[in-house]
């Protein structure tokens, strides 16, 4: 079925990319940390990042194997999401000018995914009760 | 856009699964194409219509007609 061949290969690649990820990161925390300041060190501490490029890459097989009509929707609770998350971080940013305490940037990324997943999830639940009726 | 692909997949005795096998596509591409809510490409119209063994213009046509 395609569009199992198709979850199968990016699990892998999305997968193989993570492990790299861990492993370089464990690496980086373990001899990079201790390391002398200069560029031997800021060079190790980034190494974690190859497995975001492979990450990357994988993604990008991702869209480029799936079909059509799955493209078109991705790219649409992509933009949803991205909207969203736009209100929600510029809520906040009012917010914090309000006296909420102060967060990192690294929580955009989370509302980001969130967001994704939420536009996901109510579209998968439109969509079957659009099939069903 | 409608489309006649329901009736020529039931014809056939073909599931949603099947045809989505055959066009190398989801079975949501199938059941979004069947019910309407998704104009295929060219590309995909046109292997629709070599399975179908029939012109594209007899499987889809328009809503409505334009001038």
Do not use: C
């Not at chain 1, 009012?94 to 997943?117: C, D, N, R, Y």
């Not at chain 2, 199938?30 to 292997?47: C, K, N, Q, W």
Request: aromatic share 10%; no cysteine; net charge positive.
């Amino acid at each position: 079925m395609h569009e199992k061949r198709v979850a199968r290969a990016y699990r892998f690649e999305l997968w193989t990319s993570i492990a790299v990820y861990a492993v370089l990161l464990a690496g980086s925390i373990r001899f990079g940390r201790p390391l002398a300041d200069g560029p031997l060190r800021t060079v190790v501490l980034l190494l974690p990042m190859i497995g975001f490029g492979l990450m990357i890459r994988a993604i990008a097989r991702h869209v480029a194997r799936i079909d059509e009509y799955q493209r078109l929707r991705m790219l649409e609770s992509v933009a949803l999401a991205f909207a969203i998350t736009a209100a929600v971080t510029f809520s906040y940013g009012f917010l914090e000018t309000a006296g909420f305490p102060k967060l990192s940037m690294f929580s955009v990324w989370i509302v980001m995914g969130a967001s994704w997943g939420l536009v996901n999830l109510v579209r998968g639940m439109v969509g079957r009760r659009t099939v069903e009726s | 856009m409608k489309n006649d692909i329901r009736t020529l997949r039931a014809a056939r005795g073909w599931s949603q699964a099947h045809l989505a096998e055959l066009l190398d596509v989801s079975r949501q591409t199938v059941i979004a194409i069947e019910t309407g809510r998704y104009d295929p490409s060219l590309p995909l119209a046109f292997a629709l219509a070599r399975l179908f063994g029939q012109p594209i213009d007899t499987i889809f046509f328009p809503d409505q007609e334009t001038a």
